[in-house]
């Protein structure tokens, strides 16, 4: 596995979970486009920082907590998928989240030039042209 993308995706996950949009934003591409399930309230697309960092802002403000660990990770020549377990505690309802979800990052020039979510791991596998 290429370290420099594993560290990439280590460092990701960990500003995550620091809430530290900053150092989050620097994974991406100044171009980015990231795209969520349609079942999200907002799915996007979101393009560059600036989109981004406005959809962070928002759906951190409705956690009192949520965190990111790295479950899996499948590597080919420009993408990465992630399976995460998320875990986190509603701002103002309290209520207890927990759940697994996949990633694709796409990366471009060292950095994220795309992040698409799915709600499992074959979505997102299919989504990245590698088999089951």
């Known amino acids: 596995m290429s ?13 995550w979970n620091e809430r530290n949009v900053d150092d989050f934003l620097r994974s991406f591409d100044a171009d980015c486009e990231v795209v969520f399930p349609p079942e999200v309230p907002e799915p996007g697309p ?7 960092r406005r959809w962070i802002d928002g759906f951190l403000a409705a956690w009192e907590s949520h965190r990111a660990e790295v479950v899996e990770l499948i590597e080919t020549d420009d993408t990465v998928v992630v399976m995460l377990r998320l875990t986190g505690l509603g701002a103002g309802s309290g209520i207890a989240m927990e759940g697994t979800d996949a990633h694709v990052f796409v990366f ?14 074959s979505q997102a596998l299919e989504a990245a042209g590698l088999p089951e």
């Open 46 to 52: 979101f393009r560059g920082h600036a989109q981004l």
């Open 108 to 121: 471009r020039g060292g950095r994220i030039a795309s992040w698409h979510n799915f709600g499992d791991r």
């Open 3 to 15: 370290q420099e993308k594993v560290k990439i995706v280590a460092n990701l996950v960990d500003a």
